[in-house]
C-alpha cells in the first residue's frame, strides 16, 4: 500500500455536487496510508460568480473538509501542500507571499532526514502568466529544503529541474499527467507518477501510463531524481523504458506511491 496519495486537482470539471461524489467515492476507494487531496481551478465554480468570490471552496469542502493545505509526515517524506487556486481568475493561479512563506515555514519545521515535497495545482514551471508568484516560491522553497514540487494542470506528465536564470532555485519540478479523465493532450495517455525514496537520499520516479490495449495502467518511463544539495548530475527528464518487458511491467498491487 502507498504511503501517501498526492491527488493536486482539478477533482471535476465543472465543481458540481455529482462530480465531487464520484470524485469523493472514487478516492475513498484507494489504498494509501494518507490521502492528500487539494482543489484545482475546476474545483470551485465558474458560472457562479457571487458564489465563486464569496465561498469559492464550499464545495470542495462539503466533501473534502475545511484543510485545503495539510501537511502529511510519514518516515522518508514530508508532504507540504500549497495552495494556488485564484478565484479571481479563470484559470490560472496566483501564490500569495503570505502563501510562500507558510509553505516555506512547514518545510522548515521539518526532522532532519526526510525528503521535502511541495504539492500544488498549477506547475512552477509553466508559463509566467499562469502561475503569479512562482519565481519567489522556487527561491523561498528550495531555500527551505523542498527537493520536489508536485504539480496537476497541465494534463502532460514531465520532470524537470529549475535551478539559475529566472527561478535562481534547485528543485524538481514534476507535473502529473492526467490520471483517468479523457481530458488528455495529444496522444499522451492518462498517467500517474510514483516516487519513493533510495538508499542514499536521492529518489525514484516512474510515470505509469494506461494502456488501452492491456486495459491496465503500465511503467512507461522511469528516472532517478538527485536530490542531495543541489546536485543533479545523473538524473533528467524521463526518460522513456528501454526494456519493453519492464515497459509492459503492470502496475504492482496498491496502486501509486506518493
Ligand atoms: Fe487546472
Given at each position: 500500500m502507498p504511503d501517501v496519495v498526492v491527488v493536486t486537482g482539478?477533482?471535476?470539471?465543472?465543481?458540481t455536487a455529482p462530480q465531487f461524489d464520484a470524485a469523493w467515492r472514487f478516492l475513498g476507494s484507494l489504498p494509501a496510508g494518507q490521502l492528500l487531496v487539494q482543489p484545482g481551478?475546476?474545483?470551485?465554480?465558474?458560472?457562479?460568480w457571487w458564489e465563486r468570490l464569496r465561498r469559492p471552496y464550499g464545495r470542495f469542502q462539503r466533501h473534502?473538509?475545511?484543510?485545503r493545505c495539510p501537511v502529511v509526515d510519514r518516515a522518508w517524506v514530508r508532504v507540504v501542500a500549497a495552495d494556488s487556486v485564484?478565484?479571481?481568475?479563470?484559470a490560472g493561479g496566483h501564490l500569495s507571499p503570505r502563501e510562500v512563506a507558510r509553505v516555506a515555514a512547514a518545510l522548515d519545521e521539518a526532522q532532519p532526514g526526510p525528503l521535502r515535497i511541495v504539492a500544488l495545482h498549477?506547475?512552477?514551471?509553466?508559463?509566467s502568466a499562469e502561475l503569479f508568484g512562482a519565481q519567489a516560491a522556487c527561491r523561498r522553497w528550495a531555500a527551505a529544503g523542498a527537493r520536489i514540487v508536485l504539480s496537476g494542470h497541465a494534463h502532460r506528465a514531465s520532470a524537470r529541474w529549475l535551478t539559475g536564470g529566472t527561478h535562481h532555485a534547485g528543485l524538481w519540478a514534476v507535473t502529473g499527467g492526467t490520471?483517468?479523465?479523457?481530458?488528455?493532450?495529444?496522444?499522451e495517455p492518462p498517467s500517474v507518477n510514483l516516487i519513493g525514496p533510495l538508499p542514499d537520499g536521492d529518489a525514484w520516479l516512474q510515470r505509469w501510463a494506461f494502456d488501452a490495449a492491456g486495459d491496465a495502467f503500465t511503467l512507461r518511463a522511469s528516472t532517478r531524481l538527485p536530490?542531495?544539495?543541489?546536485d543533479r548530475r545523473g538524473g533528467g527528464c524521463l526518460s522513456e523504458a528501454a526494456d519493453t518487458t519492464t515497459a509492459r511491467q503492470p502496475m504492482p498491487a496498491g496502486g501509486p506511491a506518493a
Open positions: 482539478d477533482l471535476t470539471q465543472r465543481a481551478n475546476h474545483d470551485i465554480p465558474l458560472w457562479a473534502f473538509g475545511t484543510d485564484a478565484p479571481r481568475r479563470h498549477h506547475p512552477l514551471d509553466g508559463p490520471a483517468i479523465s479523457r481530458r488528455t493532450r495529444g496522444d536530490c542531495r544539495g543541489h
